[in-house]
């Protein structure tokens, strides 16, 4: 049996919302164990690969990343974990990116394969970043239609952030790439 760690990168960012964390793990099922990254770190990309080092390094096969703020309304965690592929849920029963950092299940060869969350971006592009490079590296990138999570206030950590802005991560998305891309997997 695989085994499963949930990180979920957390830092009170509204005093008045302290349940969401709560109402968050308090709906998961179908995982091994959970760690919570708690502190403010200086970007998202550098929170996520402390989370999957964590992960990785307690002997996980998979690594299910999600944001503080999600609830699991459908579906088991274990339907995301498939051995060659990174699955993403569906979000509000929808799709806007089929690679999307709200929630997605790494496996630990594929981390070993693509690496870590380039650390140059600071909260916007680099999940986009990150699907460009799984798909240049031929990793099957999906959304697993039976697992859904509401996703009531996107943004809500990203707006906390003081002083960062989209454009500087566009910028440097673009000198790395040649151009922006919306949903690179679908993309090109």
């Not at 089929?98 to 650390?119: C, Q, S």
């Not at 996703?151 to 910028?171: F, M, V």
Request: hydrophobic share 40%.
């Amino acid at each position: 049996m695989p085994k499963i760690v949930v990180a979920i990168p957390y830092w009170e960012s509204d005093p008045g919302k302290r349940k969401v964390l709560y109402d968050c793990t308090n709906s998961l099922k179908g995982y091994d164990s959970l760690v919570v990254l708690a502190g403010r770190q200086s970007s998202l990309p550098l929170a996520w690969n402390m989370c999957l080092d964590m992960a990785f390094g307690m002997g996980a096969d998979y690594c299910i990343v999600s944001n503080d703020d999600v609830i699991l309304d459908k579906g088991s965690l274990q339907n995301l974990c498939v051995p060659d592929a990174v699955l993403s849920p569906r979000v509000n029963n929808g799709v806007f990116k089929i690679f999307h950092a709200h929630m997605f299940a790494l496996p630990k060869k594929i981390f070993e394969k693509v690496g870590r969350f380039d650390e140059r971006f600071r909260v916007y592009w680099s999940d986009t970043d990150y699907a460009k490079r799984l798909k240049d590296a031929g990793v099957s990138v999906g959304i697993a239609d039976s697992v859904n999570i509401l996703h009531k206030e996107p943004g809500r950590t990203i707006g906390s952030l003081a002083g960062i802005t989209e454009q500087s991560d566009k910028e440097a998305f673009v000198e790395k790439w040649g151009k922006e891309y919306h949903d690179p997997i679908k993309e090109e």
